[in-house]
Structures are given as C-alpha cells and as structure tokens.
C-alpha cells in the first residue's frame, strides 16, 4: 500500500490485529503486550513525521490513534512462597555458586544487569553505618534505570550468603580483572538476558510452575511487605530499597502479598460485651466505679495535707456542739448541715491566714 493511501482507519485496524498476535521469544503463549503496541505506534507516528517533513504526505494518520488499556484479570509475573524459597536455600542438587546467585538476588532485590555490573569495592559488609551494596551500573558505563545511584542495605540472610560467596569467589573465578563480584568463572562479565541455567536449577528443587529470574526482584519485595523475612516493611520502604520512582510503582509488588492482609483479617475479633461498655454512657449513666475528688496541688496542696487533721478534728467538735445545742423547738443558726465541712473550711483558711509563717 503506499503512504499516501494509508488513513487513520488503517493504522486502527493494524492495532488491533497486531493485539492478537503472539510473541517469538523464550516466554510462550504471551501476547504483544500493551506497552509493545504502544512503542510500536509511537515508532509509526515518528515515521509518519518524517514523511510530512519530506513532502510526501500533507498529514499524519496516526496521530491520534490510541493503544487502549484492557483489563487483565491474571497477574504478569508471580513470587516464590516461603516454602519455595526453602527449598532452594536447602537445595543439594544445586551448585553452591548457582545457588549463592539466586539467593542474592532474592535477598537483595537488585535487577539483574545491576547484579552483573556489581563491583567488589562497592560491597561493603564491615561498614560504620551498617552492610550495603552501591548499585551504580546496569552496563558497562551506563547508568542503572532510575538514573542515580542507589545504596540497598543488606537484611540479615544477605549478609550471610554475600560473606559466603565472598569466600567462594577466589576458586570460582581465579583471574577477575575487572573485579566484579559476580564474574564468570573465567573472570568476564556476564551478559545481560541470559538466565545461566537458570529453570533448570529451579526444577531440580521442586519448582516446575514458570519463574523467571525478574521474579527473584519480586518475591523480595513481596517477603518484605509481607513480613514473611521479619518486620512488615511499609511501602515507602520497599520503594526506597528497589529503587523505585514513586511509591505507586511499588503498590504493583505489595499487592502479591495478600498474606498480610489475610492474617490481618483471621486476627480480627470481635470484642466482648463487656469490653465495649465505656466507663461513661454516652446518653449520661454514670460508671459504677466511685468518683475521685480533686485535690488542690502544688503549695496549696501540700498546706491542706499538713492541717486535714486539724480540718477534721474541727469538724467533729463542730458536730458534737451542735448536737448539744440542738433541742426540740430550737433553730440552728446556720442552714448548713451538721455534717458540712463549710465551717471547716472557713475556720482553717482564717488560721492560714493568721500564721505567721504563710509566705
């Protein structure tokens, strides 16, 4: 077809069409994904940009052809489980370094590339402020794909099969001139893509449902949000240790743990009868438990403990003088209770007062 005949409802059509096709690569049965479709249109759109630069055609057709979003139901990748995890780290089928590889990269989240460009100046296990890596490379001389370097604070069971590979690397790979950490045995850099055997080690501990490597990232982030390695770490935590962009990128890997929030769900009780009665009714019943009167405090406070027991004594010979001079027919001068401490109170304020030694 030539470009000039080529119209919008075209270049629609070819979208659609190329939806339904299916991917050559070592993943099978996968469809073009949304985000190739995407990249594929924009490369038309650029060529389309071209020709309108050249004189050939007046307009683009695939200006404003969108790649819509379908939804998906299944998860794009998984995550080991703790068991499937065990059974690598426990696993005597496959070599120590191989297994040493994996486990790094499960306990420490890096990608791949950036595994393969680690630096043996950048471990740093013995550190003041704790052991770490520094991620500085997703090549040869090109930057990781956050585009900054990035320290990745090392958890307990990373320090231990980092010191064990450390141990190892010396007769795995004798000669290691450019002193990465994870060299070939004969000394070189390992390509970026290739798996290094690595559906066969995963079958040989039991694991035969499809895994790839990226997953290893996954499934650290996953332990981490599930708390499956220890604490329950937060998102911005996660975010912060994979090197992530913005926290919503991390809400993809934090949803796979559904353990967390499941056993958050299975500890959730409803409280007894008794347990939901406050001390107070909100429509205004009291507790059943007594009230206790305020006591003044501070200086005030401690005066009226020195001179209570003379409030009281006052109070009883108060009571007993009034029952003398109570008799039938007769008032008493004060509307007050006999019982009322307002007489006391009046008499040792007025003996405050009258002391010397008030300040």
Request: aromatic share 6%; hydrophobic share 35%; with cysteine.
């Amino acid at each position: 077809m030539p470009v000039k005949a080529i119209a919008p409802r075209d270049v629609r059509q070819w979208v659609e069409e190329l939806a339904k096709k299916t991917t050559v690569d070592r993943r099978r049965h996968r469809k073009v994904s949304r985000s190739t479709r995407r990249h594929c249109v924009n490369l038309l759109r650029a060529c389309f940009g071209h020709a309108i630069a050249d004189g050939i055609i007046e307009t683009n057709p695939a200006r404003d052809i969108k790649v819509r979003q379908e939804g998906d139901t299944a998860d794009g990748w998984t995550f080991l489980t703790p068991q499937e995890q065990r059974a690598i780290a426990t696993c005597k089928h496959i070599p120590e370094p191989d297994r040493l590889r994996i486990l790094f990269a499960m306990y420490t989240g890096v990608r791949q590339s950036e595994q393969w460009c680690l630096l043996l100046a950048d471990v740093k296990l013995d550190d003041s402020t704790g052991p770490h890596i520094i991620v500085r490379y997703a090549a040869p001389g090109r930057a990781t794909k956050s585009n900054r370097v990035r320290r990745v604070p090392l958890i307990p069971e990373a320090v231990t099969v980092t010191r064990s590979w450390l141990e190892l690397l010396p007769s795995y790979a004798p000669k290691n001139p450019l002193k990465l950490a994870f060299p070939t045995p004969r000394g070189h850099r390992r390509d970026r893509g290739k798996l290094y055997r690595f559906h066969e080690l995963r079958t040989k501990a039991g694991i035969t449902r499809p895994v790839r490597w990226h997953d290893l990232r996954h499934t650290c982030a996953s332990s981490l949000a599930a708390g499956w390695w220890g604490r329950v770490w937060r998102l911005e935590e996660v975010r912060d240790l994979l090197g992530h962009s913005s926290v919503e990128v991390t809400e993809r890997y934090a949803h796979l743990a559904t353990s967390v929030i499941q056993t958050a769900a299975n500890q959730t009780r409803r409280p007894a009868p008794a347990q939901l009665r406050s001390k107070r009714d909100p429509r205004g019943s009291k507790s059943s438990e007594p009230r206790r009167k305020a006591r003044p405090s501070g200086a005030v406070g401690q005066w009226f403990e020195s001179t209570g027991a003379h409030c009281s004594k006052e109070a009883e010979r108060r009571k007993r003088r009034s029952s003398k001079l109570r008799a039938p027919g007769r008032k008493l001068r004060s509307s007050a209770p006999a019982t009322s401490l307002a007489p006391c109170w009046s008499w040792t304020l007025s003996a405050a007062w009258r002391s010397p030694q008030r300040g």
